[in-house]
């Protein structure tokens, strides 16, 4: 199956996970991590799995007699994402398939470790990357938008401004536009706190979720309460909510809740698998102690609040029934490691039939390859002007060969050593460089022509 460049994430690759997550860069400490999602893998690359290298067979080599000044590669590839530990469309098919419970499905994935139920019933800070470093507005359906500034007056529209001084000043308006003009209130040199008067961030009434206004002129509720902070490299907006209500709002972004109706109450099983992994992975996160601790992107998890509006569409909630019943059924389920610390558990969209391995041991992925999971074998054609950019000495790429690989699975698995020939000279990389040059979504693949 050819597909296109560019998709990505789960979701994305679906309707035309997710990287599923690596970290990209971030304010605080940034490491290797899902995503995810499956709209995941979506940043720095992964690291290799733990498979022993193996050589590759001379196959994996093909010679071009004559290359172009920018040849054009011909890729087969395996999966989508790091394919460290659970991979969503193994996990959907597990549970369709073979129905296999959710907590085996997890045993599998992320072996060596056990299940346990803790308590959750504190917040995760979340930060909503689309406003760094910039003013924003907050809004309240109900005119029930307080601060930790102004006492106990309530606002329709609040319109926060980082000012070159090191304050926030705060004004307050009757619509997002600020129609009617703003009304200067005061200002802070403190982080300002932002939230419903009388909210319960478990309510399902909208009215009692703040809202952030969009750039295009759409609405985004969220649970929980806003504050703006000042870090070493600048102005940040983050959600506290209720871990439970986080994780409802990342399952269906991570995952397409829709997989909850497929094969009965199997589907659910998938969800399950997703919810479990979605709240271990967010308590391992600090990305930034003292401010947050984890992202609202594919760098961490997805995580896209409860609900939106646009005049286009009207109200539209972003959580979801399916995705609701297995946040719910597996409430405060975590992956436990044998010292008793709660396991990152890392997942991406598709393993392409082997998990890479690194933190949990490298396994089959029976349930990955599904008759409709466009990543588990896939091949198109991309240009190798990133590779010669990058290689600038190798001249003109005339020949790729993969000439390490981890074992496991088809060509001899992902690849740990590349050699690129060039009319100029040669080069050595891995294969996850490859992979982030040409954009692959993997490390696990095979360059069957050059023209």
Same mark, same amino acid.
Request: glycine share 12%.
């Given at each position: ?35 995810a999602s499956p709209e995941a893998d979506r940043s720095v690359t992964a690291t290799l799995g733990d498979g022993d290298v193996v ?28 394919? /460290? ?5 193994? $996990?959907?098919?597990? *549970?369709?398939?073979?129905?296999? @419970? ?47 500034? !102004?006492?106990d007056q309530r606002y329709q529209t609040l319109l926060v401004i980082p000012e070159a001084n090191g304050t926030w000043s705060v004004? *307050? ?38 809202? !952030? ?15 703006? &902070? ?7 907006? &983050? ?30 099983? $998938? ?17 930034? @102690?003292?401010?947050?601790? !984890? ?17 286009? $569409? ?7 029934? /399916? ?11 975590? /992956? ?55 290689? @600038? ?30 009319t100029a000279g040669t080069a050595v990389t891995d294969g996850d460089t490859v992979n982030w040059l040409l954009g692959l979504g ?10």
């Amino acid at each position: 199956m050819r597909r296109a460049l560019g998709a990505v994430g789960l979701l994305a690759l679906i309707a035309g996970p997710a990287l599923t997550g690596t970290a990209a860069a971030q304010d605080g400490p940034a490491d290797a991590t899902s995503v995810a999602s499956p709209e995941a893998d979506r940043s720095v690359t992964a690291t290799l799995g733990d498979g022993d290298v193996v050589r590759a067979d001379p196959a994996d080599a093909f010679d071009t007699q004559a290359a172009a000044a920018v040849p054009t590669l011909v890729v087969e590839g395996k999966g989508f994402g790091h394919g /460290r530990g659970m991979g969503q469309w193994g $996990a959907l098919g597990y *549970a369709t398939a073979w129905q296999i @419970p959710y907590p085996y499905i997890l045993s599998h994935y992320y072996g060596g470790t056990s299940a346990a139920r803790i308590d959750t019933n504190y917040d995760v800070r979340v930060r909503l990357g689309r406003f760094d470093d910039t003013h924003l507005v907050l809004a309240s359906d109900r005119g029930a938008l307080m601060t930790s500034i !102004t006492g106990d007056q309530r606002y329709q529209t609040l319109l926060v401004i980082p000012e070159a001084n090191g304050t926030w000043s705060v004004w *307050a308006g009757a619509d997002c536009a600020g129609t009617w003009g703003w009304a200067y209130l005061t200002a802070s040199a403190s982080p300002v706190r932002f939230w419903i008067a009388g909210s319960n961030p478990a309510a399902e009434d909208q009215g009692q979720w703040v809202a !952030t206004c969009e750039r295009d002129g759409s609405l985004r509720y969220y649970r929980g309460w806003m504050e703006t &902070v000042r870090t070493q490299v600048g102005v940040r907006l &983050v959600n506290s909510v209720p871990v439970e209500q986080y994780v409802r709002g990342v399952v269906p972004r991570e995952m397409p809740a829709s997989w909850g109706d497929r094969n009965g109450p199997w589907g659910i099983q $998938a969800l399950a698998v997703q919810a479990v992994a979605a709240r271990s992975y967010v308590l391992t996160e600090a990305r930034a @102690p003292g401010y947050w601790h !984890t992202c609202d992107s594919a760098a961490c998890q997805v995580y896209g609040g409860a609900a939106s509006w646009s005049a286009s $569409a009207g109200s539209r909630r972003l959580e979801d029934h /399916r995705s609701d019943e297995a946040t719910f059924n597996t409430a405060g389920e975590v /992956r436990l490691r044998g010292d008793g610390s709660i396991a990152r558990t890392e997942y991406s969209a598709s393993t392409g039939g082997w998990t890479a391995g690194g933190s949990y041991p490298a396994v089959l992925d029976q349930g990955d390859p599904l008759p409709d999971n466009p990543n588990y074998i896939w091949d198109y054609e991309v240009s190798a002007k990133a590779l010669q950019d990058y290689f @600038p000495n190798i001249g003109t790429l005339t020949r790729i060969d993969v000439t390490g690989r981890n074992g496991l699975g088809q060509w001899g698995g992902r690849a740990t050593e590349v050699r690129l020939t060039g009319t100029a000279g040669t080069a050595v990389t891995d294969g996850d460089t490859v992979n982030w040059l040409l954009g692959l979504g993997t490390d696990w693949f095979e360059v069957t022509s050059i023209r």
